[in-house]
Every structure is written in structure tokens, then in C-alpha cells.
């Protein structure tokens, strides 16, 4: 089955494999996002015994529902449907719990886990029981006596946190880098305190690299602690169905084959390769924790068919759990505690105000900015990080010129002088090789936006202006180039026809012809150079004739933004992130701010959003730049990336995955100056 494309009124083939799978009297294992993804379809109506995972811990375990990732959650309404979801997975629980051969009471890696009173509480320790914990392991590290046997103190958080969590894992960190890393299943008086020396024993040979003494070491270690809630049976049909029903980076994974279990945590996920900035999916940690539970590596070829969950349960004997979380860590060695979600924080739409994105916009240009390098000795030599890896503080350098002019375009009026270098460095390319539509219609956007910052905004581009133009016109009639291209190319011939008087009569029914063909489903690709030539196509005073195309096309991109009642407590940061059905795993990513920038642009001309529609319009545009805002680098990323002042204000791929690419920091920077202009009331 073939997939559709973002923002379409027909079925999505990865979410009819999932209606297919065999769901009923499943232990819980869908997301409430899932679940609005599942709503897109047709066959929807079919999922009846799906049970949200959320809804359980709502339903049947909201005493223990208190920790901080939990807070401010809202949970919508609890239909008798969900209801009855939540009560077969209780049943489905409760048959296997009687089978200990399939759901033993005790599941374990080397030891017993929780007691099997505690089979249905799913959710982890709460915020006060794992601070207290997190002081404990913090004193044990920085004492540094990692091969001390005390015995576990009665009573003591090790204590009380080891027997109520299904598992925890500690990680230490010094300038950046993992140094050590354990998990132990829960259940046992000393399972927290076996895994925090099983972390420092991790640590003793960099201990021994840093070359400095152990109570200095110890002492600039950052600590990090999760501690995992019951260690639910789940059944996927597929690793596929994997991907999209357990949200990566919040919930954990496992496999269990007879006494022996593996684990993989949410934040081992996602620093899973440190070296690319990869993240392990929730798929690929399932295969991986059956791998090390067989002791078998062929067995972590996910492609394999023998390989595949239900297989690998009834012929190899393989359990599998998933587990959610309680993450405290600290973002430096001094600092106190702080509550994770997603190995960051959510941000609130509260802070999502004039002033806070007019910083955003500084905070993204300075980082733009900084992935423009030149050459010492030879300056005319510039190149653009265009894609920064945080977690291992490295970068892919590109000369690619549609990357550059699109960082240029974007740097113009904040950054102009690392814009002017960017489009000096294309010129020259130009010489070698012809100009892209893409890069042509950036590059003339960038150079009228440094028109109005200075007469004169560069030299010797006239040569490389006349090619962009040219190409960009020619571009218009190759229909083989798609909407996003020629979209572009019109944009930047638009805007270049404001200080070339004699190029605007050219471009007389370029927009209608260019949409003549378009359905309202395929503008998202065209944003948010579609709006922008239309605004400079059309006089001051003259009304957009696509303006009620526009307007269905944000009537209809607006379905496809999550909302806090289908986010769920499961995925509280993805709130105003866009749903692209064309992607394997649908969920919200930086692919949210294409469309967001193009939102941004019709509020900023009167002609698309009126004087009466602006209020109800900015509250619509607010979660999307929630969410624009909760894709960037923060401080409270300290403890994630190895150098965290060069990856604050980029824009990663996605929540769960971290590298950040300099087109995404381009069109956030594009979002925010345009959200800024509109709610400025000035005309761009």
C-alpha cells in the first residue's frame, strides 16, 4: 500500500498494518497519540480493544499518577469505550499473571523484580520517594567507594525506591560524556544501591584517563537517575508497531528469556550513538534487547523474519515489557535536581509571548550564525555546519547552495554580515556550476532582504543575481520540478521584482498557473514560499485573489496539530507539533515548522488573516509555536549534550532525535520573525 501525503482525507497504509495486528485483550500499549493518528483513518472504528496506556494509569492508578512528567497533564474525557479498553488490558494482566511461564510474577535480568501485589501498578515511583533516592545515589558518588559491600540501610530511599520501582538505571557523566552507566531490576532492597556501584565501577577506567584525583573526579560527575514503573508484558505484531505505539524517549523497553532480562531505558535510547547523534527507535531497542536476552546476535537483525516479535515469543521463548519512567538529573556537578520529560522539559504555552520569541529569534540567529565557517587563510572559502551532532559535538560541513542561501535568506535581517558571507560564497560557486530553483529563489529573497538593510548590500554579486533570476523564471514551466521547488523560485522572483521594475509585468498569472493543478493537501510542501509570493505579487492595497485557498489549506493544516487531549500524558512536549502521515512514524518533528512558517506568513498580511480573524488566529498559531520553541536546544539539555553553549537555539530533527540541521534552525528562525511581525501588525 502506497502512503499519502502529509495533510490528506484518505487512509494511511502504516496505520491500517495496525489496525490489522491482534489487539484485542492486549496488555496496555498505545499512546493517546497513537490514538489521534488512528482516528485519521477510516478504519479507526475498528480499534476497539485497544487499551490506552494512559487511560489505564488514569483509570486504575491515579493515586500513584504524582510525578512531575505526569503534572499538568490532561487527560480528556474517558469515553465507556476506553473504559472498556482499559478493563480488558486489567484482564489480559491478570490471565498471564496466572501463566508464570509467559508472565512470570517476578520477571527479572539476574534478580526478582517488584512483588506480584504490585502487578498493576504500572506507573514509577513518585517525585518525592525519587528525589530522595537521587540525594542518596548523589552522596554515594561523590564518597566514590565503589567497591564498599555495607549492606542496604532498612527503610533508607535505596531501600524504598528499590523494592517500589520495576527497575532502575543510573548514568554518570564527566564534561559531557558518559562514563558510566548500570541498571538493575527492581523489586530487592539493594537494587538501586547495586547499580549505582556497578555505575562507578563503569567509571574507574576514565577515572584513571582524566588523570586527576577521585574526589575530584567524583566530585564533577553529573548524576542521572531513572527509575522504571512495573515491567509491562507487551505483544507487538511488529517492531513497526513498536515505533509508533510506545513514545520514544518517554517510555522504556525489554526482553526476557527464561532468567535472564534486558533493558534499555529512555535516555540509553536516546544516546544510543553518541559518534552519528543517532537514536535507537523504539523498534530497534525491542530487537536489541531480544539480541542480548538470547545471547544471540542474529536474533537483532530486525529486517530477519525469524526475527520477528511473535516468533521470536512463541519459538524462542522471548517476553517482551515496555516501562515508563521517573527521571531526575542534574545539568551540571553543582546543580540541584531537576525532573526530566523526554531528557528535557515541557514548555507551556504561557511562554510563548512577544518578548520570549523575539529572544528565541536572537538565540536561533546566534546559533546560525555560528555554523558559518571560513577558511583563516583563505576567506573567500565559507562554508555551513548543516548539521550539528550535540551529542558527540560534531558537525558535517556543507557548500550545498540552496543550504546556504536558505541560511542566508533567514540571517538577513538579524545576522546580515554572516548572510553576506554565505551569499558571496554561492556566487563564487555559481561561476562552476548552475544554480538550483531551490537555491536560485533563496538566494534572491536573501539578497532583497540586505537590500533593506543597505543600499549597497554586497559587491559582485550581479553576475550570480542575473543567473538566480534567469534560472528562477525558467523553473516556473518545468513541471517535472515539484511545488516546493517552483514555489520558491517564484518567491524569490517576487520579492526580487520589488527593486526590479521590469521583471514584475513577467510574472502576470505565474501564481494562478502555478496552482491551477495544486490540490489544498499539497501546499504544505510549498510553505511558506507559496504565501510569500503572494503577498509581493499582489499591490498593498489589492486583495489576494488565493486567499480563500490559503485560508482552506490552515483550516485544514490545523486538523493535523495535536492537541493537548490527543497528546495525552505520554506526550505532553509534542502538543502543537503536525502529524505527517507520508513519514514512517508520524509523528510530530521539525518538519513542523515548514508548515509553521507558513501559518506565520498569513498572519502577517492583513489580506489573509483580517483585523476580526487575528484573535482567533494567534490562538491557534500559539501551540505550534509552542512546539517550534520545545524542538530547540535548552539549558536543560546540559546533561544530554557534550557541549551544550554550541547546541543551545539549534532546532533538532525531532524531540527523541537530537541532531540539528541548519535548513530546520532556517525556517524556525523564518517562523518566529514572521509570528513576530504579525502579531507587530507590520507589513514583511
Not at 547499580?195 to 562507578?200: G, L, N, S, V, Y
Not at 563564487?428 to 531551490?438: F, H, V
Not at 485573489?545 to 512536549?573: H, I, M, N, Q, S
Amino acid at each position: 500500500m502506497s502512503r499519502t501525503v502529509f495533510i490528506s482525507r484518505f487512509s494511511l497504509s502504516i496505520l491500517e498494518i495496525v489496525v490489522r495486528t491482534k489487539i484485542l485483550m492486549q496488555p496496555p500499549c498505545r499512546s493517546r497519540v497513537s490514538q489521534f493518528l488512528l482516528s485519521r483513518t477510516r478504519a479507526a472504528a475498528v480499534i476497539l480493544g485497544t487499551a490506552l496506556f494512559s487511560v489505564l494509569r488514569v483509570v486504575v492508578l491515579s493515586p500513584r499518577s504524582n510525578t512531575p512528567r505526569r503534572a499538568g497533564a490532561t487527560s480528556g474525557n474517558t469515553t465507556p469505550t476506553a473504559h472498556a479498553c482499559a478493563l480488558f488490558a486489567i484482564l489480559a494482566l491478570m490471565t498471564s499473571s496466572l501463566a508464570p511461564a509467559t508472565e512470570p510474577a517476578k520477571p527479572a535480568a539476574d534478580a526478582a523484580p517488584g512483588a506480584s501485589s504490585a502487578v498493576l501498578d504500572l506507573a514509577p515511583p513518585d517525585a518525592r520517594l525519587a528525589l530522595e533516592a537521587f540525594n542518596e545515589v548523589q552522596s554515594l558518588v561523590r564518597a566514590w567507594k565503589p567497591a564498599d559491600t555495607s549492606p542496604v540501610v532498612a527503610g533508607s530511599a535505596f531501600d524504598r525506591a528499590s523494592r517500589a520501582c520495576g527497575a532502575a538505571q543510573i548514568t554518570l557523566r564527566f564534561g559531557g560524556r558518559v562514563v558510566g552507566r548500570a541498571w538493575r531490576v527492581g523489586g530487592t532492597p539493594a537494587a538501586l544501591l547495586a547499580a549505582a556501584r556497578d555505575a562507578m565501577h563503569a567509571a574507574e577506567p576514565f577515572l584513571h584517563e582524566s588523570d586527576v584525583k577521585e574526589s575530584v573526579f567524583a566530585s564533577r560527575l553529573v548524576v542521572s537517575l531513572e527509575l522504571a514503573g512495573a515491567l509491562v508484558p507487551y505483544a507487538p505484531a511488529s517492531y513497526d508497531d513498536a515505533d509508533l505505539e510506545i513514545p520514544p524517549g518517554i517510555d522504556g523497553v525489554g526482553a526476557r528469556v527464561d532468567d535472564t532480562t534486558r533493558l534499555i531505558f529512555p535516555s540509553s535510547m536516546l544516546t544510543h550513538n553518541t559518534a552519528a547523534g543517532l537514536p535507537q527507535s523504539p523498534g530497534d531497542a525491542l530487537v536489541a534487547a531480544a539480541a542480548g536476552a538470547l545471547d544471540d546476535p542474529i536474533a537483532g537483525l530486525r529486517a530477519d523474519p525469524n526475527n520477528v516479535p511473535q516468533k521470536l515469543a512463541k519459538d524462542r521463548n522471548v517476553q517482551f515489557y515496555r516501562f515508563s519512567v521517573t527521571h531526575v538529573s542534574q545539568q551540571s556537578p553543582d546543580a540541584p535536581a531537576t525532573f526530566l520529560y523526554r531528557h528535557g522539559r515541557v514548555v507551556a504555552e504561557r511562554e510563548v509571548t512577544l518578548d520570549a520569541m523575539k529572544q528565541w529569534g536572537d538565540g536561533v540567529a546566534d546559533y546560525l550564525a555560528a555554523r558559518v565557517v571560513s577558511n583563516p587563510s583563505k576567506p573567500d572559502q565559507v562554508a555551513l555546519e548543516s548539521i550539528f551532532n550535540p551529542l558527540g559535538a560534531s558537525a558535517t560541513r556543507s557548500s550545498d547552495p540552496a543550504v546556504m542561501s536558505l541560511a542566508a535568506l533567514a540571517l538577513a535581517e538579524r545576522k546580515p554580515e554572516s548572510a553576506r558571507m554565505l551569499l558571496h560564497a554561492v556566487a563564487i560557486g555559481s561561476e562552476k556550476g548552475r544554480l538550483r530553483p531551490a537555491a536560485a529563489g533563496a538566494y534572491l529573497i536573501a539578497f532583497e532582504r540586505l537590500l533593506t538593510q543597505s543600499p549597497s548590500p554586497a559587491a559582485g554579486l550581479d553576475r550570480a543575481i542575473a543567473q538566480a533570476t534567469e534560472v528562477c523564471e525558467q523553473s516556473l514551466t518545468q513541471e517535472n520540478l515539484s511545488l516546493a521547488e517552483r514555489s520558491l523560485a517564484l518567491a524569490g522572483l517576487a520579492r526580487r521584482a520589488r527593486s526590479d521594475a521590469g521583471l514584475r509585468p513577467r510574472l502576470d498569472g505565474k501564481l494562478g498557473a502555478l496552482l491551477a493543478t495544486t490540490q489544498v493537501d499539497q501546499l504544505a510542501s510549498a510553505m511558506p514560499w507559496i504565501v510569500m509570493a503572494a503577498r509581493d505579487l499582489a499591490p498593498t492595497d489589492a486583495p489576494l485573489a488565493v486567499a480563500p485557498l490559503l485560508g482552506e489549506w490552515r483550516d485544514l493544516a490545523y486538523k493535523f496539530v495535536l492537541t493537548a487531549d490527543d497528546a495525552g500524558p505520554d506526550g505532553e512536549d509534542l502538543v502543537g507539533g503536525m502529524v505527517f502521515t507520508k513519514a514512517r512514524v508520524p509523528l510530530p518533528s521539525a518538519q513542523t515548522v515548514r508548515v509553521a512558517a507558513g501559518l506565520a506568513a498569513m498572519l502577517a498580511d492583513p489580506r489573509l488573516t483580517p483585523a476580526a480573524d487575528r484573535g482567533k488566529e494567534i490562538v491557534r498559531l500559539v501551540p505550534v509555536l509552542r512546539f517550534t520553541r520545545q524542538l530547540m536546544g535548552d539549558d536543560i539539555h546540559a546533561t544530554l549534550f557534550a557541549d551544550p553553549l554550541r547546541a543551545k537555539w539549534g532546532v533538532r530533527n525531532a524531540l527523541w532525535d537530537q541532531r540539528m540541521n541548519s535548513d530546520a534552525a532556517a525556517l524556525a528562525l523564518i517562523t518566529l520573525d514572521e509570528a513576530i511581525a504579525g502579531l507587530e501588525a507590520k507589513p514583511r
